[in-house]
């Protein structure tokens, strides 16, 4: 595309999924099949206009911009650099992929398809923006629309457990949005811009470094949950599982990674080589990798591993994301391996998430214990399983380990780095330790769900007559349709395509998007040298070491040599229902409530006080005010109620103040 | 004169509603009231915008004088009103059909309006003074229209608290008047000579008794009490409007009257802020704790006007504009919102949240409304309320108000967190409330439904080209300033 095309088409990324959701509602009136084709239509739309914006930008390499200076009073900054073209490629060619799927997935046994689609079409618009932004106030404007339209997504099944998913995935989301929104203004009052390109500059020369690193955590609060960052990861196990298979494909592939291009732009903008706070990245990146990689190992749930395992590569991500800081100017390795593992992870989950939804809408299971053996029999289904699976786990030859690589690399730089400088490097050695073995562990949870799928056999069932008949025929019902076969084995070729051929792809990417991460272009790299291979095999060799022990310590054989996989993961180990649930509901909503319940009722106690003060019986009566002995006692002295007026301490000062009056009138006047 | 037209209209249209029996049956009642909203609306536009209009003063001593005049901060006010009264209006038309002597109600509803008029059409504080007070008293009977012994509770209630307001206001104006150069408002203030300790403690006493209308803790209470018991046409407008009366006043005394500067910095802004802070995470906090529907909006109300007086004690231009803009916002949301309740009132018979499930699936037009306005008050983009919480939180930020600076955003960010805890639930599990749910087809008729409609089309539009409101905003700031 030219560049004045770019140009004009620049807002209409973000508004044409708008209209598409409006036309596909109005289409859901008329029939679910024209509602289907208009969705699809529009993703692959959607999905032409942004490969034109990618390759027109590759041809040119002119950024283009637009704003539209009167919405919502502030205005609305868009921009087109090679980090954004990248990424909206990425989120359209998702849409597109859960799009096509979806259609087959949905007609079996879905409901209000019509809700679904309005708010996936908003939630792509919306997303684009995200990614589109060229400040952070616009970021932020998309960001909350789109938290609210992929609320949907999670309580799309509407059942209880979907409910209260849904409210912790709208509880963090809301939450994250409030504390972003308090650190945008704070930083915008200190700094004066929220433009990503003006925001460097203006930040340097702020003295006040206390206000600029409030802001900051307030707004990485914001991203990072959005993101799954550890302690606000919560959400994240729970969405996924009760999403349906297509919408979990989005947030785990591309809403999450919206929170991370957010935690990057604050990052490379506001505190560029900045190594406090890389260092805090890295720390928490640690914890997330490690913890997700821990729950996935432990879960039971085909789709909960996966969304564990997401929230485990969130965790590299953020590592990378704090190697950009901390690694300062010689940081172009660690960019590369950022972006590249951002992108891989979106396509292993898409795919992942999609081989998932093969899986739920065949069987309608997700527990591992019921899936065993499921995939025997399908070769196809394996194929595709093995180059996400390979692919995430890091192994030559596909995607993911020419970004893991890159991680590591970057890891190695900054211990070198830190010893060159004379700092203390144990802790970074130890990091490299627990990159390594998480490592592993990725490649020992995608290997126990092979186990399951392929390996195992399936439990004795009772097939039904009609099953039966269907065997002895030797009829096999099909488990994918044509067009869901052609979408799932696109996704699963790119990734041996990138990972064999990595510098005629991935690396060409990679260096589009070097501008937005402040960083040099990185040349050629030998992927496939021996010391680059050494880090993978000591992944591979942790990864077996691991799986063995899993299958000791988290299977049990039962009686007829079956396997049973264990869901041995303490209940209390769960930071939503021990902790944030708890302080929530039994600390901070009763204290809240009980001081404003007391400031809300202190006007009225005070003129019930005062009442009771001034329309008060005489001390005599009082004993007599309430009690059956009390009326009794009225009765009998004939005291009848309007007289109580008479006797209380107003009236008493009524007299007291007429003898005052009568008093000073004496003075005045007859003294 | 002209500005007495629009007065005068729905007062006189009042009367004869009140007077005349023929006008007692539905059909005339609604064609003749109708026409006149629709009248009132025009005569409002035409007021508007033919601009610089204002009546001579009538003297009643030598600086007390009865004037007309209209500024910008009176246009915005007379054309909320009209607008607001308008649509709620209609939607009363249907609503009443299911209460009684709705020619009763009808009636006073015009002569609030006309009230209302005059309170924002005012050129002076004794003027303003003068039709602050009537408009309690017509309004009266909108709360007690039911005639329950809580109802007749509540309108006493009503009544004393802003009684109290008011004396405090008249005490306030007993006070200044001789210390000001001129007898009408004027932009920026009018206070000769030394600000002393009396004369902060009078216009101490002015705010909180103009506060008690716009529910500033502590004496807020009536809110809560009165607008359960009055028809959902009346809680509207009181929310929506007369509330606004309350900040009107509180405006027309910093920034017409005393001026900003003679209050920057004194204790007088330290106290009220740390009373509107109260009062905006009280209200939030207790509409949480209420399970009443409309009792909850209610609280609602006394969080969110907070919102408005937060903008007008920063004193700066931002928190003025972030004040302007949330008193439109705020009013378009409630009415929506208070509207809506009593469609689901009327139509279920349920009064608690707790009662009223799957009511997406029941009126799925309505709710889609009430979430589209709840976000709207949450203040999520691209809804209205944000653009006024930016504002506020730029605003309060920039003030240099030591600690309070960011005490206030943290107040508005925590009340902002209660605010979507009350209100997205109801609209959020009426639509996802799990298959398998009996539901029938409650949807209420178009008299009532395309006010609510039009009030939720309103909070996505103001919050996606918000740009005139604030300019309108703007120039107000820079009158007085």
């Not at chain 1, 928490?284 to 990689?293: C, N, Q």
């Not at chain 2, 006309?114 to 709360?143: D, N, Q, R």
Request: aromatic letters at 12%; a positive charge.
């Amino acid at each position: 595309m030219s560049v004045e095309m770019r140009q004009t088409m620049l807002f209409f990324l973000v508004f044409w999924p708008v209209f598409g959701a409006f036309v596909s509602w109005l289409a859901d009136m008329v029939s679910a099949r024209l509602r289907d084709n208009t969705v699809t239509a529009v993703v692959v739309v959607e999905f032409a206009v942004m490969v034109g914006m990618l390759t027109g930008f590759y041809q040119d390499g002119t950024v283009i911009s637009g704003s539209m200076a009167s919405f919502g009073g502030w205005g609305l900054n868009l921009e087109m650099d090679g980090s954004r073209a990248v990424y909206g490629t990425v989120a359209a060619l998702m849409w597109l992929g859960t799009g096509l799927f979806g259609r087959e997935y949905f007609a079996s046994h879905y409901k209000s398809l019509g809700r679904y689609n309005f708010f996936y079409l908003l939630t792509l618009g919306a997303t684009m923006g995200v990614f589109l932004g060229s400040d952070l106030f616009t970021v932020f404007i998309f960001f909350e629309i789109m938290s609210f339209t992929s609320y949907t997504w999670v309580v799309h099944d509407e059942t209880p457990g979907a409910m209260r998913a849904g409210q912790t995935y709208l509880a963090v989301a809301i939450f994250g949005g409030m504390a972003m929104l308090f650190g945008l203004a704070l930083l915008y009052i200190t700094a004066g811009t929220l433009a990503l390109d003006e925001l460097y500059s203006a930040v340097s020369q702020i003295p006040e470094k206390g206000k600029v690193w409030t802001a900051g955590l307030l707004i990485l609060i914001g991203f990072g949950a959005k993101a799954g960052m550890f302690p606000l990861h919560i959400w994240l196990p729970k969405a996924h599982p009760v999403a349906p298979a297509p919408a979990s494909a989005l947030l785990s592939g591309i809403l999450t990674k919206s929170g991370i291009f957010g935690v990057i732009a604050v990052t490379v903008n506001i505190f560029r080589y900045n190594p406090a706070w890389g260092n805090m990245l890295l720390v928490l990146g640690a914890v997330t990798m490690f913890g997700g990689a821990l729950l996935a190992l432990f879960s039971v749930n085909f789709k909960r591993v996966l969304a564990c395992s997401s929230m485990s590569q969130i965790g590299f991500i953020l590592i990378g994301v704090g190697l950009l800081a901390v690694l300062g100017e010689e940081n172009m390795l660690a960019a590369r391996g950022t972006v590249l593992h951002m992108m891989n992870h979106s396509l292993f989950k898409l795919l992942l998430f999609m081989v998932a939804g093969v899986i739920y809408m065949n069987t309608h299971k997700l527990n591992l214990n019921e899936l065993k053996g499921w995939g025997r029999g399908k070769p196809l289904l394996m194929v595709l399983y093995l180059s996400g699976a390979l692919g995430i786990g890091g192994i030559p030859l596909f995607s993911g380990y020419i970004s893991k690589t890159l991680l590591h690399e970057g890891i190695v730089e900054y211990a070198s780095l830190a010893a060159g400088q004379g700092g203390f490097t144990g802790w970074i050695t130890l990091l490299e330790w627990v990159f390594l073995l998480t490592g592993g562990m990725t490649l020992a949870y995608m290997a126990k769900l092979f186990t399951v799928l392929f390996i195992d056999r399936p439990q004795q069932t009772h097939p039904t007559a009609k099953e039966k008949k269907r065997l002895e025929k030797g009829i096999r019902k099909r488990y994918m349709s044509p067009l869901s076969v052609v979408t799932l084995s696109v996704a699963a070729l790119i990734l041996p395509v990138f990972g064999i051929l990595p510098g005629f792809t991935m690396d060409k990417l990679a260096d589009l998007t070097a501008p937005f991460f402040r960083a040099e272009t990185a040349g050629d790299i030998a992927y496939f040298s021996l010391n680059n291979l050494k880090g993978s095999l000591i992944s591979i060799l942790f990864g077996v070491v691991i799986y063995v022990a899993a299958m000791r310590l988290l299977v049990r054989k039962t009686a007829d040599g079956q396997r049973e996989y264990l869901d041995c993961w303490p209940a209390w180990l769960d930071l939503e229902d021990s902790v944030y649930r708890p302080l929530h509901g039994k600390v901070l909503l009763p204290l809240l409530g009980a001081v404003c319940g007391f400031c809300d009722k202190l006007a009225d106690r005070g003129i019930g006080l005062m009442n009771r003060a001034i329309f008060r019986e005489k001390s005599r009566d009082y004993w007599m005010e309430k009690g059956p002995t009390a009326e009794k006692l009225r009765k009998k002295l004939r005291i009848r109620h309007e007289q109580i007026l008479a006797s209380s301490l107003s009236f008493g000062l009524l007299l007291c103040a007429a003898g005052m009056v009568a008093t000073l009138l004496y003075l005045l006047y007859w003294r | 004169m002209f500005l007495l037209i629009p007065i005068l209209l729905p007062v006189l249209a009042g009367v004869l509603v009140l007077a005349m029996p023929v006008l007692h049956r539905r059909t005339a009642l609604r064609w003749f009231s109708g026409c006149v909203f629709v009248a009132e609306l025009a005569l409002v536009l035409i007021a508007i915008f033919s601009g610089g209009m204002a009546t001579p003063a009538l003297y009643l001593g030598d600086n007390l004088a009865l004037m007309l005049s209209l500024d910008g901060m009176g246009k915005l006010f007379i054309g909320l009103v009209a607008c607001i009264f308008t649509v709620v209006g209609f939607y009363a038309f249907s609503y009443l059909t299911h209460e009684e002597r709705e020619w009763q109600f009808i009636g006073f509803y015009l002569l609030t309006e006309g009230a209302l008029m005059l309170v924002g059409s005012a050129g002076s504080l004794v003027t303003f003074y003068m039709g602050y007070k009537i408009m309690t008293l017509v309004s009266l009977p909108l709360v007690l229209h039911e005639r329950t012994p809580e109802a007749i509770a509540a309108a006493k209630k009503y009544l004393y608290y802003s009684s109290f307001g008011a004396f405090c206001g008249l005490f306030g104006i007993f006070v200044l008047t001789p210390m000001l150069t001129s007898v009408g408002f004027t932009p920026g203030g009018s206070l000769g000579g030394e600000v002393d300790g009396l004369t902060l403690t009078a216009v101490f006493i002015m705010l909180l008794g103009f506060g008690v209308k716009a529910g500033l803790f502590p004496l807020h209470g009536w809110l809560p009490t009165a607008h359960p018991v009055a028809p959902a046409p009346a809680s509207a407008v009181l929310s929506g409007v007369i509330t606004k009366a309350g900040v009107l006043g509180v405006i027309r005394t910093i920034y017409y009257t005393v001026g900003p500067d003679a209050i920057r910095g004194s204790w007088v802004q330290w106290v009220y802020i740390t009373l509107i802070c109260i009062t905006i995470v009280m209200g939030s906090a207790m509409a949480l704790r209420e399970d009443g529907l409309k009792k909850r909006l209610a609280y609602s109300t006394v969080s969110q006007v907070s919102y408005i007086l937060l903008g007008l004690a920063i004193l700066n231009e931002q928190g003025l504009t972030g004040a302007v803009s949330h008193i439109v916002f705020h009013s378009v949301i409630k009415d929506a919102l208070f509207m809506i309740a009593g469609i689901m009132i009327v139509k279920t018979g349920c009064t608690k949240v707790s009662e009223l499930t799957a009511m997406g699936r029941k009126m799925p037009a309505t709710i889609w409304c009430w979430v589209i306005v709840s976000l709207g008050l949450v203040g999520i983009p691209p809804m209205s309320g944000f653009v006024s919480k930016w504002q506020l939180m730029v605003g309060s930020m920039e003030s240099g108000m030591g600690v309070f600076s960011y005490l206030a955003p943290a107040a508005l960010i925590v009340s902002a967190l209660l605010t979507a805890g009350y209100l997205l639930p109801l609209g959020l599990r009426g639509f996802f409330c799990g298959s398998g749910v009996k539901t029938e087809d409650l949807e209420p008729d178009g008299l009532m439904l395309t006010p609510v409609i039009l009030l939720a089309g309103a909070t996505v539009w103001l919050g996606i080209a918000p740009g005139g409101l604030l300019d309108l905003g703007r120039s107000i700031a820079a009158m007085v300033f």
